[in-house]
């Protein structure tokens, strides 16, 4: 099982961004499918954006032509960068790994995740 740590959170006004980094480490590479979650308060947890181990990507409509996910597999990382961001985004960040096929939306297809981190977006 992997261990992951996101960082990179923080508060913004509407229209700003931010770069989110998910670090991973233990025995297992990362040489796999990852993920972006967020929850909202009072909400369920949602994907936000994917990437296999191929590169590709897939990203919620919430989020299409505002973030963008990507992965650097030599420093066993995986990144949101996150532009033009809305009130709305405002949540608590996840990232997943570990994952087992299926919906990419379906949290319990991975089974590592960090511990979050907090993004305020204020209007």
């Known amino acids: 099982q992997l261990q992951l740590v996101e960082t990179g959170g923080g508060s913004v006004q509407t229209g700003g961004s931010l770069r989110l980094s998910c670090t991973a480490s233990?025995?297992?590479?990362?040489?796999?499918?990852m993920a972006w979650f967020r929850r909202a308060p009072g909400q369920e947890r949602e994907g936000v954006a994917y990437?296999?181990?191929?590169?590709?990507?897939i990203y919620a409509d919430s989020v299409k032509g505002r973030f963008a996910i990507s992965r650097e597999d030599a420093k066993s990382t995986v990144y949101l960068q996150m532009n033009n961001l809305k009130p709305e985004d405002t949540a608590m960040y996840y990232c997943?790994?570990?994952?087992?096929?299926?919906?990419?939306?379906?949290?319990?297809?991975?089974?590592?995740w960090g511990q979050g981190t907090q993004v305020t977006v204020s209007s």
């Open positions: 233990g025995d297992t590479p990362i040489y796999n499918s």
């Open positions: 990437v296999d181990s191929a590169g590709n990507v």
């Open positions: 997943a790994a570990d994952f087992k096929g299926g919906r990419w939306t379906d949290e319990m297809r991975y089974t590592s």
